[in-house]
């Protein structure tokens, strides 16, 4: 495994989601505005060189004049270089740099210097490392600045000694923290990245169930009652029968067409255009067509003006209207039905009535709950249940954005 892998998860630009049919969906990740590890190991490493600086400026550090000591100092400082790459390596180089410049009583800003850039590597640990590399970075961290201290300070300094363990304490717990932190956003970010995938997952898997149902419901259903029609009278009416056959080689093409633009739709990935016609409203003449060679009439009432609808809102229109239609030619048992449609502002309105012995509003059936579910996606409402007056009505409206 990757040694980043435990905080980064997938290295690119796209989240992975599982597959629908053989197919693998992505989701994008927001840009990434983590400050650069790379940056953050040339800001630790200018430390040293700044803290010499300041040592020889202003005197605290007597010994710090000379190569022997300032190239000691700077080879000490090297492994801050490795964090990005090998972080528990860069790590335990600059624990050997604090215990290792001790002896050379380098005094003030330099020693200082030591234990924040240690501070800094910790943080960075905590920060993309696992929980058990932490707690060993920051038991080794405090042992190996208590020694340095040790090391440094005179037996006749203990209440200094006591300051500086205290300051050392708290400047590892400041950075365990503060890593910490960073670590938990970045979690909780994939998280919040992993739930999205799998609504996107869920969301996919409703559509497609959605048009599926829809697509092949009205035809099943129209060929199912041709078949019964043929069978009756295959023998004595055989034109009848002829014509029955016909209409169900029609609803099967129709259903197959659908079919295949469904498959194209689906295997289009996004980058491409589409290259297919979006189902809507144009084809509702074709669906009256059908229905009414299942034997059901329908009489098709337009109100307002009608205007080219947005292909979400067109689509759903079409699809509440054909599940309706399918629903009446299986259960309404009458040979009228009636499709309001109001092209109307803010909302499109809908409504598909029948006169027969009307349908109940629940079941175990998918048809009435898809059609609820396409309204609400969409921001509007749809109702069906009988109408006061006998009969069955559907009734849905979905909001269009003005022009």
Request: net charge neutral.
């Amino acid at each position: 495994m990757h040694p980043r892998a435990y905080v980064r998860g997938p290295t690119r630009s796209e989240l992975r989601i599982p597959s629908i049919g053989g197919m693998e969906a992505t989701l994008t990740r927001p840009a990434d505005h983590r400050f650069p590890s790379a940056v953050m190991s040339w800001v630790v490493l200018a430390a040293y060189p700044l803290a010499i600086s300041l040592a020889v400026a202003f005197g605290t550090g007597p010994n710090i004049t000379g190569p022997a000591t300032v190239l000691p100092v700077l080879v000490l400082a090297l492994p801050a270089l490795l964090l990005p790459r090998w972080p528990l390596v860069g790590f335990a180089g600059l624990l050997l740099g604090v215990v290792g410049l001790a002896p050379l009583n380098i005094t003030g800003v330099v020693g200082f210097a030591q234990a924040v850039v240690l501070d800094v590597a910790v943080a960075y640990i905590a920060a993309t490392r696992s929980r058990l590399a932490t707690a060993g970075a920051v038991v080794s961290t405090l042992v190996a600045e208590a020694a340095a201290a040790t090391l440094y300070l005179n037996a006749d300094q203990s209440s200094s000694y006591v300051n500086v363990l205290i300051a050392l304490l708290l400047g590892v717990v400041v950075a365990w923290l503060a890593g910490t932190a960073v670590r938990q956003r970045r979690d909780y970010r994939t998280a919040l990245l992993t739930q999205a995938a799998a609504e996107a997952v869920t969301h996919e898997r409703l559509r497609i169930a959605r048009d599926l149902h829809d697509q092949v419901a009205h035809s099943m259903g129209v060929i199912a009652i041709q078949a019964g029609v043929g069978r009756r009278v295959i023998d004595t009416q055989p034109e009848e029968a002829r014509r029955a056959l016909d209409r169900i080689e029609t609803a099967s093409r129709e259903t197959l067409a659908g079919l295949r633009r469904t498959l194209v739709a689906l295997r289009r990935s996004d980058s491409e255009p589409a290259t297919t016609a979006t189902t809507g409203l144009a084809e509702l003449d074709q669906l009256v067509a059908t229905t009414e060679a299942a034997g059901v009439r329908a009489q098709v009432r337009i109100e307002g003006e009608p205007r080219v609808l947005p292909p979400d809102i067109d689509l759903a229109a079409y699809r509440i209207i054909q599940e309706a239609l399918t629903n009446v030619v299986r259960h309404a048992n009458t040979e009228n039905c009636t499709i309001i449609i109001e092209y109307g502002l803010p909302a499109l309105t809908i409504e598909v009535i029948d006169a027969g012995r009307g349908g109940v509003d629940s079941g175990t059936g998918y048809g009435i709950p898809g059609m609820k579910e396409r309204a609400t996606l969409l921001g509007g409402e749809l109702t069906a249940g009988p109408a006061p007056e006998g009969g069955f009505r559907v009734h849905a409206t979905l909001p269009v954005e003005p022009a």
